[in-house]
C-alpha cells in the first residue's frame, strides 16, 4: 500500500473503528491501489484538501448513508422523495456537496459495489473498437467515468451535464489536471451546469453515460425517453442503478431489477448487457432478500 493511502486509511480508522476490518479486507490490484493514490494526491496538492479533510468527507458518505439506511430498515422507503427536498442540501449546497464527491471518489475503491462498477465500466470502455463522434455524461458527479472516456479517446467530443455548479467544477478541475485546459486538444470537451430534465441539448451521442443518476429524478420513466432520443444510430447508453440503496440524495426507489427492466422496456430500451453487483459480497438472492444494497449496471440500444 502506497504512503499517501495508508495514512488516509488510517485516518479513517481512527474516525471509526469498526472500518478497520473493511480496509484490511480490501483486494485491490496494484494499478488500483496506485489510481487510488494519485487521487488522494491530487486532492491533497491540487485541489488543497488535506489527508484529514479527505478522511473526514469519507466518513461523512459513510455516516450518511448508514443513517439513511437505518431509515430505510424502519420504514420501507427512502426518506426524501422529491428533487425540491435535497437540492439546497446536496447539490447546492457547496461545503457539502464537495465533502459528498471527496468522499465518493474515495469509495469507488473500498466499497465492494462500487470497486465492481469501476472495473465494469473501463472493460466496457476498453473495448470499444472504432472511435465515435459524441459521448455525453448525464451526472459526472467527481469525475472518474469521464476521466476514464478522455483516456479512452474512443470520442472526438465530449459532454457532461450535471444540476450541480459544484460537481460540474470538481469534474472540469480533474480534466484539465489530467489534460491541459479544456478545448485544447484533440478533442472537445464541454461541462453544462443544468438539471438534464430543463436541458436542450441538441447533440446526439454515440454514448450516453449515467452512473447512478435514475434513483435521483422523480420521473425515471420520462428522464429514460428523453434520454433515447439523443441517441445516434447504434448509440448505446451505459447506466447504473441503485436498488434497495439509501442515500441521502436518493429520492425513487427500485426494489427489484424486474422493476428497472419493465421501465427501461417501457421507454422504448433494449438490454443488450445486465450484471448486478452487491453490497457485503451477498449473493443477487440474499441480497433481494434481505434488502440489502445492489447496483444493476446495463449497457443499452434502441
Partial sequence: MLKNTKKLFKLIEEKNAL????LDGLQLSDEEYNDLEKLIIYYKDTLNINLEEQ???YIVVLNDTLEETKYFIEFGKYRYSTLAEVKNMVYFNENYMKQYMVGLA??????????EVRRYFAKYIDKKQDRKSTYLEIGPGHGEFFVK???SQKFIEYYGIDISPISCQM?????ENQFGAINQNNFKCDFICKDFTKCNFNNKADLVVMGEVLEHVEQPLQFMKDV???????GEIFATIPINAP????IYLFSHPDEVKDLLKNAGLKIKECEYFMANNYSLEKALKTKNAIVMAVVLEK
Fill in 19 to 22: 472500518h478497520k476490518k473493511c
Fill in 228 to 234: 433515447k432520443t439523443l441517441l445516434n444510430d447504434g
Fill in 55 to 57: 478522511a473526514k468527507s
Fill in 247 to 250: 442515500a441521502i440524495d436518493h
Fill in 106 to 115: 474515495i469509495s469507488s475503491f473500498i466499497w465492494n459495489a462500487h470497486i
Fill in 149 to 151: 472516456a478522455l483516456r
Fill in 171 to 175: 469534474s472540469k478541475d480533474m480534466v
